[in-house]
C-alpha cells in the first residue's frame, strides 16, 4: 500500500515511514483482543518509525505502559476492536496530508489520525507510557524548527 485515496478526489502517496507505520499496524490488528489494545498496537509501530518516533524516543516513551490500567473504568477500552480501524486511520491520515497540501503522508498524520479515531484512548495509552498529546505536538515542532534551522 504506498497510496491511498480518502475520498474519490484526492490521492496522497505514503512515505517511507508511514508505510512502515500502516504494514506494521496493518498486520497486527486482525490479532487485538479490544480497541485498547489496537491502539497499543499503533503506538508500537509509530514509536520507531519517522517524526513521531523520534519525538516519542527523545520524550523516553517507553513500548509498556508505566501505570497498571483500569480497563473495567473504561467500557471503551475493552470494546471489541473495530474490523475496520486501520482502513479508517488510513483514510484520515490521507485527509489530514491533503488538507495540509503535503506531497506525502507523514507519521505525524498517521498520529493525528489515531487521535481521530480512537480519541481518549490514544490520550490515556500516552499518559500511561509518561506523556501526552501535547508533550509529543510540541517534540515535533521543537524537531522541525531545528530541521528548518539547519537549511
Known sequence: MDR???DSHVTVPLSQDAALVIALA???MPFAHSTDDQVERWLRA????GRVGAAMQALGVGEAALTIRDEAAD?????HPDPDAAEKVVGRAGELAAEREADKVSTCDVLWALFDV???LVDRALYERGSSREELDARIAEMDERAEAAL
Open 46 to 49: 509509530l514509536r520507531i518509525h
Open 118 to 120: 480512537y480519541g481518549t
Open 75 to 79: 467500557p471503551a477500552a475493552v470494546a
Open 26 to 28: 496493518g498486520t497486527a
Open 4 to 6: 491511498l485515496t480518502p
